[in-house]
Nanobody, 123 residues
Framework: QVQLVESGGGVVQAGGSLKLSCVAS????????MAWFRQAPGKEREFVAG????????YYADSVKGRFAISRDNTKNTVYLQMNTLKPEDTAVYYC????????????????WGQGTQVTVSS
């Protein structure tokens, strides 16, 4: 079992920045590929960004490419999502997810999920 706890959400004006963190409970964190997803009210959960266990491969949804950056620190069991130039359409609950299998952009590929952190971007 892996427990994931997100933090760093909040309310920010359009054009601002936030940095989300997700801490994993297991010392074998480095064995997992990680991703961030988000879900806005009335919408399906969508992929935001992913990173492999060595941080050699990073990939992003087109809607956030160039504005968001995913990173990880395996010594701290933590994955981050730096969000810049935020837009009102980025408003959502953000979730981190973990998998030992090949990473992808579909939520079903991820085994473990955090409880989410709310990000609200005001116009």
């Amino acid at each position: 079992q892996v427990q994931l706890v997100e933090s760093g959400g909040g309310v920010v004006q359009a054009g601002g920045s936030l940095k989300l963190s997700c801490v994993a409970s297991r010392r074998t964190f480095s064995n997992y590929d990680m991703a961030w997803f988000r879900q806005a009210p009335g919408k399906e959960r969508e992929f935001v960004a992913g990173i492999d266990w060595r941080a050699l491969s990073k990939y992003y949804a087109d809607s956030v490419k160039g504005r968001f950056a995913i990173s990880r620190d395996n010594t701290k069991n933590t994955v981050y999502l730096q969000m810049n130039t935020l837009k009102p359409e980025d408003t959502a609950v953000y979730y981190c997810a973990a998998t030992t299998g090949p990473t992808g952009r579909a939520s079903y590929e991820y085994t473990y999920w955090g409880q989410g952190t709310q990000v609200t971007v005001s116009s």
